[in-house]
Nanobody
């Protein structure tokens, strides 16, 4: 059974940084893609960043230039370095991993950015 465990959320002041981590377990195969989505109160879940197994990355427009995703394929771990955080980055951040057409989700970690 695939499990994704996130860590690293918390409270930070605007302009600060946080690093999220997500460790996947329970898969005999490497995930096609791993990444992060977020959902703010009253809003739809949106893509933050995604990294495929061949090294390509994709970012949501609102985080380009501020957030960096990195992935350790051998460990099935993905990281999200978040810099220059803004109050509008406040959300629950969910780790996701794709394998064979199935998307797996973590339980989420809350990020709060105070102004």
């Amino acid at each position: 059974q695939v499990q994704l465990v996130e860590s690293g959320g918390g409270l930070v002041q605007a302009g600060g940084s946080l690093r999220l981590s997500c460790a996947a377990s329970g898969s005999a195969f490497s995930f096609n893609a791993m990444g992060w989505y977020r959902q703010a109160p009253g809003k739809q879940r949106e893509l933050v960043a995604r990294a495929t197994s061949d090294g390509s990355t994709d970012y949501g427009d609102s985080v380009k230039g501020r957030f960096t995703i990195s992935r350790h394929n051998a460990k099935d771990t993905v990281y999200l370095q978040m810099n220059s955080l803004k109050p509008e980055d406040t959300a629950v951040y969910y780790c996701t991993a794709a394998l064979g057409g199935t998307n797996y989700w973590g339980q989420g970690t809350k990020v709060t950015v105070s102004s």
